[in-house]
């Protein structure tokens, strides 16, 4: 059985911590065993009901005195490179929250960190885990309605500040914005079925003070499609939003909310179950990347699913959407 760590015990690392949960009980892969947050009254919410978890307010102090095989990082993003190579350092494998890092050199570090000390990296890059995006990137692949003719992916939310420990989100340097914080997402999961584009134009805008990019429109371009994506954090008390709409040769598919839509030329409109589609996942895309990371390490096999270099291409692609958003110009990749 494996012995996990959870360092950063805020909002995520709350959900983390669910998750973790149903592993101590459903299950002989992997225990939480210890959880690290500098705030006492985050380390409060730990349930010791739920297993016998240490509580430490230091990452350094954590690493010395627990024997770990893997730990979640759940820190602002600011704080992921310097927390991923302390661990890795430490033999400790590491799956660590989005974005990577800001910038492509810090995210070369962490790899070139990983494979220095032998151990696994994974970034949480949730929706490869989200059965409504590995049902998606299935229908590409397999060319089951023939090619993608255009594809439009939304994610908004109402973050304002404060928002997060210390109000960290809101700063531009700490969080890197909205585009970084959340239209990554798409920006990964867009790669990850459709490969890299070849450039990007953004329009970005700032809402909040110190910040840039809080609202995004961005064009990817592709040779064969168009790809249009938007991402806004700064909604009034509007529901979180994350929907997408695909059209291929011979079908649409649409995502809103948690409901999925299908239309083809040979049927109309109808909502798609995913339960009755063999090989997508329905689970909580979470769970389902720390389940995937753990048996990496019991297996002793690589990550090839979601593997670091992947995530560092995504944040090469948000700093090309970021430059075409600041200089109005389109940016090659
Ligand atoms: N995958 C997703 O869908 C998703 C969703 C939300 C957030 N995130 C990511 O998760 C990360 C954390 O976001 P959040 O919303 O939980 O932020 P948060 O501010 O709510 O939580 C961060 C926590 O880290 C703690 N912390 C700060 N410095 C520390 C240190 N040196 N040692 C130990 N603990 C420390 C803070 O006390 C706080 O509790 C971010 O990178 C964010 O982008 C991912």
Not at 13 to 32: A, C, K, S
Not at 213 to 227: K, Q, T
Not at 243 to 251: C, L
Request: charged letters at 25%; aromatic letters at 10%; hydrophobic letters at 40%.
């Amino acid at each position: 059985m494996l012995k996990a760590g959870l360092i950063g015990c805020g909002s995520m690392g709350g959900g983390h911590l669910g998750n973790y949960y149903r592993f101590n009980r459903e299950n002989d892969l992997l225990r939480l065993v210890c959880v690290c947050d500098i705030r006492e009254e985050r380390l409060n919410i730990v349930n010791q009901s739920e297993g016998e978890i240490r509580l430490y307010q230091d990452i350094d102090e954590m690493l010395a005195k627990e024997d770990l095989d893997m730990v979640t990082i759940a820190l602002p993003t600011y704080l992921h490179h310097d927390a991923a190579i302390k661990c890795l350092e430490h033999g400790v494998n590491v799956l660590c929250e989005k974005p990577m890092a800001l910038t492509v050199s810090d995210c070369d570090e962490m790899i070139a960190a990983a494979e220095k000390a032998g151990k696994l990296l994974l970034i949480g890059q949730c929706l490869r885990f989200a059965g409504n995006y590995v049902y998606l990137k299935k229908l590409v692949e397999e060319k089951t309605y023939g090619d993608v003719i255009a594809a439009h992916f939304i994610r908004c939310s109402s973050c304002r500040p404060p928002f997060g420990w210390n109000n960290w989100f809101m700063k531009k340097e700490l969080s890197g914005g909205g585009l970084y914080d959340l239209h990554i997402h798409d920006a990964d999961i867009m790669r990850a079925i459709f490969g890299n584009p070849t450039a990007v134009s953004a329009v970005t805008r700032p809402v909040f003070e110190d910040s840039v990019n809080d609202s995004f429109a961005g064009l990817y371009h592709y040779p064969s499609m168009v790809i249009s994506a938007e991402s806004d954090w700064s909604r009034k008390h509007f529901p979180f939003t994350a929907d997408y709409t695909v059209n291929f040769e011979r079908a649409t598919l649409n995502l809103h909310g948690d409901v999925l839509t299908l239309a083809t030329t040979e049927e109309p409109m109808h909502t798609v179950n995913l339960n009755d589609i063999p090989g997508i996942p329905t689970d909580d895309p979470y769970y389902l990347e720390t389940k995937y990371l753990a048996e990496c390490i019991r297996d002793g096999k690589p990550n090839t699913y979601n593997p670091p270099f992947e995530s560092r291409e995504t944040i090469r692609l948000l700093n090309a959407a970021n430059e075409s958003g600041m200089t109005g110009v389109t940016v090659k990749l």
